[in-house]
């Protein structure tokens, strides 16, 4: 039996169901679940990672914009004006794109932030 069959059989799982082999691999998949460190999957931001995630795209509702008492011409402007009051300090819009209902009413803007 040469290495390469023996890893083709592993990788294809073709061990009959009851036979030692298929017993020890489920034994490995089993500790591989159980004994792996919690850690090095571990996905979740930082509490500060999180505020320059949130920072980077934020949402802004139609009455939030309404009700800002700057005065611009240019929607760009205006939605940095709101972001950087929400954030307390200087933020300049990437881009945003307008987020309207289905009759066409605008609801916000989603809003990508530098």
Not at 6 to 19: Q, T
Not at 24 to 30: A, T
Not at 73 to 81: A, K, M, N, S, V
Request: aromatic share 12%; hydrophobic share 40%; with cysteine.
């Amino acid at each position: 039996m040469n290495i390469f069959g023996a890893i083709k059989r592993v990788i294809l799982w073709s061990y009959e169901r009851g036979s030692w082999q298929y017993d020890i691999l489920c034994v490995v998949i089993l500790a591989f679940i159980f004994l792996t460190p919690g850690h090095i999957f571990d996905e979740r931001l930082s509490a500060a990672e999180q505020r320059a995630a949130q920072a980077e795209r934020t949402y802004v509702p139609i009455k939030e914009v309404m009700n800002s008492s700057a005065d611009h011409t240019h929607l760009r402007d205006l939605l940095g004006e709101t972001v950087s009051q929400r954030y307390q300090r200087k933020l300049t819009v990437k881009r945003f794109e307008v987020d309207a209902d289905s009759d066409g009413r605008i609801r916000g803007y989603r809003v990508w932030i530098d």
